[in-house]
C-alpha cells in the first residue's frame, strides 16, 4: 500500500483545512486508515482512526469534536476534516495504513510522506 497526502497549508486559527490521502492497492478497503502528526520537537501522535469498513473511529482528545475522519473506499481515499484549527495543531500531518483494518492508534504499519499544517494566531 502506498499513501500520498494533500490539502495541507497555512490557516489562521479558528479556520478550517481538509486533509486527503490517495491509497494504491487493491486492498486497501480491507485496513484500517488514520492520522498522526508530529510537531517540531514532539514525538508523533496518533489523531484519528478509521476501521476498513468505517464503524469505528477513534480520536485523540484534544481534536474531538473539532476533527472528523471519514473514507470513500470506492475512491481509495481517507479524509481528515479539521474545523476550527488551533496554534497547537500545527505539525506534519501522516496518513496511515493498518493491515488488521481494525484502525487503532498503535496498529499501523504503512505510512505516507507527510503533509505540513500551519496554524497561525
Known amino acids: 500500500v502506498q499513501l500520498v497526502e494533500s490539502g495541507g497549508g497555512l490557516v489562521q486559527a479558528g479556520g478550517s483545512l481538509r486533509l486527503t490521502c490517495a491509497a494504491s492497492?487493491?486492498?486497501?478497503?480491507?485496513?484500517?486508515a488514520g492520522w498522526f502528526r508530529q510537531a517540531p520537537g514532539k514525538e508523533r501522535e496518533f489523531v484519528a482512526g478509521l476501521s476498513w469498513s468505517g464503524g469505528s473511529r477513534y480520536y485523540v482528545d484534544s481534536v474531538k469534536g473539532r476533527f472528523t475522519i471519514s473514507r470513500d473506499n470506492a475512491k481509495n481515499t481517507v479524509y481528515l476534516q479539521m474545523n476550527n484549527l488551533k496554534p497547537e495543531d500545527t505539525a506534519v500531518y501522516y496518513c496511515?495504513?493498518?493491515?488488521?483494518?481494525?484502525?487503532?492508534?498503535?496498529?499501523?504499519?504503512?505510512w505516507g510522506q507527510g503533509t505540513q499544517v500551519t496554524v497561525s494566531s
Open positions: 492497492g487493491r486492498t486497501f478497503s480491507t485496513y484500517g
Open positions: 496511515a495504513a493498518d493491515s488488521t483494518g481494525r484502525g487503532k492508534g498503535n496498529l499501523y504499519d504503512y
